[in-house]
């Protein structure tokens, strides 16, 4: 497993944009599927993202697809996720998690979370 640290959530107006950032120490980052969650209280965690060991290819989930934009920075260990076109529903807390599984969507499949960071879109 792997230590994450999410940041950068905050809030904001619906159409607004975001970026957000997680951050992994360890050297072994480029070994890990990289994915981002979101949480809405009381639900399971909600798959958005996934990005491959190298970067070259991404996988959304439908309902972010087009507005959400995952990247990573395996010299920094950092995982990005853009949003744009911010609406109200996407008001959450997100989460990035390390996996081994390449296209997985599914919480088990990630060994490794941050401790998330909330992002509130008002309307």
């Known amino acids: 497993q792997v230590q994450l640290a999410e940041s950068g959530g905050r809030l904001v107006q619906a159409g607004d944009s975001l970026r957000l950032l997680c951050e992994c120490p360890?050297?072994?980052?480029?070994?890990?599927?990289m994915g981002w969650f979101r949480q809405y209280p009381g639900e399971e965690r909600e798959f958005l993202a996934g990005?491959?060991?190298?970067?070259?290819?991404?996988y959304y989930a439908d309902s972010v697809k087009g507005r959400f934009s995952i990247s990573r920075d395996n010299a920094k260990g950092n995982t990005f996720l853009q949003m744009d076109e911010l609406k109200p529903e996407d008001t959450a807390v997100y989460y990035c998690?390390?996996?081994?599984?390449?296209?997985?969507?599914?919480?088990?499949?990630?060994?490794?979370w941050g401790q998330g960071t909330q992002v509130t879109v008002s309307s």
């Open positions: 990005i491959d060991r190298d970067g070259g290819t991404t």
């Open positions: 998690g390390a996996s081994f599984f390449m296209w997985s969507r599914r919480f088990h499949d990630f060994v490794s």
């Open positions: 360890s050297k072994l980052f480029d070994d890990y599927v």
